[in-house]
């Protein structure tokens, strides 16, 4: 059982056009991260969120963390093609240890 | 500044053959860890260190050692291999206070058959 699920596994939406993915879970987390993986490369980060119902922004992207701690959302404004790949959730519990969600796949159809 | 380099890109293993996978990084990070990806199940972690001569494992360490003996390098080491090893392999590090995010190699692609 993942500790972090992400939804929807799968997206394919039309060139500007806006979406949402979501991370959840039971527990809570003290940071949690956004990275994105293109194919044959490793993860690269996005963005870390520390407080809950903090809320950040990176050009068209908003990353949002749940008051509790335990969810957060990535909303993209008017995909790219350029915004195609894996969009994967990262938390950590205090430990040194960080879990990674499940991944969804997007694809911005030009 | 390389960051994190991993090598072999590609590795075929035959079942209960042994081999190691290299990741070194140049960033003077202190801590680092192995994750697997594989199909629907993101990147589980194998095992990580906090320091030169400090390691412990994470959620799937079954099969796998590791060692770390410098700041710098991070090997892990199939012991023999399975093919539930069939997976690609991540390397990642990060300063302290790993809020910062980690930053990953480009991975290996090990096949075991």
């Known amino acids: 059982t993942q500790l972090l699920e992400q939804s929807p596994q799968f997206l394919s939406i039309q060139e500007g056009e806006n979406l949402t993915v979501y991370c959840n879970s039971s527990s809570v987390f003290s940071s949690l991260q956004w990275y994105r993986q293109e194919p044959g490369e490793g993860p690269v980060l996005l963005v870390t969120v520390v407080t809950g119902g903090e809320v950040k922004k990176l050009k068209r992207l908003t990353f949002q963390f749940g008051d509790a701690r335990k969810d957060s959302s990535l909303h993209i404004t008017a995909a790219q093609t350029g915004d195609t790949g894996l969009y994967l959730c990262?938390?950590?519990?205090?430990?040194?240890?960080?879990?990674f969600g499940t991944g969804t796949s997007l694809t911005v159809i030009p | 500044n390389a960051g994190v380099t991993q090598t072999p890109k590609f590795q075929v293993l035959k079942t209960g053959q042994s081999m190691t996978l290299q990741c070194a990084q140049d960033m003077n990070h202190e801590y680092m860890s192995w994750y697997r990806q594989d199909p629907g199940m993101g990147l589980r972690l194998i095992h990580y260190?906090?320091?030169?001569?400090?390691?412990d494992q994470g959620e799937v360490p079954n099969g796998y050692n590791v060692s770390r003996s410098t700041t710098e390098d991070f090997p892990l080491r199939l012991l023999s291999a399975a093919p539930s090893q069939t997976s690609v392999y991540f390397c990642?590090?990060?300063?302290?206070?790993?809020?910062?995010?980690?930053?990953f190699g480009s991975g290996t692609r090990l096949t075991v058959v």
């Open positions: 260190s906090v320091g030169a001569g400090i390691t």
């Open positions: 990262a938390g950590d519990r205090g430990g040194n240890q960080f879990y």
């Open positions: 990642a590090s990060s300063p302290p206070g790993y809020r910062v995010g980690y930053t």
